[in-house]
């Protein structure tokens, strides 16, 4: 079976990156821009906010190992999808809760997805289905980030291994063997 891909936003692209790097099934996973109005974001303009892009990934997976469904169950699991229009410290509509589906199945998914996902969540859930539109990858640097530079980065190491322990706590059966050694 062909590979198929899934768009979500959780906030910082170089978190959710770290969190679906571990899961196994995943194939890739790139870091990039999507749902705004201006052709070619760089990452400043995207952090201004002035696009209306968010900060997402594309994660590229093999069905047969792991499901869309499984991925929207991680993905709600690893980021609080109830803030509007943020994660933690960081404030904007760039960091907002979205899936991008692509498909009328992956729609339809995700709406289920929501509803069967709300009730670990004391609060309802902001996160927005919304249309894809264009994909725009992320400058190379922050590709594959926590690997590399994130590991240095305060700002990450301060926030990306709660989300991998929760990862390896809730779906343990998930996880890469790798993964395990990181954080």
Known sequence: MASEQAILAGGCFWCTEAVFNDVIGVEKV????????????????????????????????DPEQIGFDELLDIFFATHDPTQLNRQGNDVGTQYRSAIFPLSTQQAQKAMMGIERNQREWPQPIVTGIEQPGTWWPAEDYHQEYWEGEGQRNPYCLAVIPPKLQKLRKSFANRVKEAGATTA
Do not use: F, L, M
């Open 30 to 61: 790139e870091s990039g821009y999507i749902g705004g109005s201006v052709d070619n974001p760089t990452y400043k303009q995207v952090c201004d906010g002035d696009t209306g892009h968010a900060e997402a990934i594309r994660v590229t997976y």
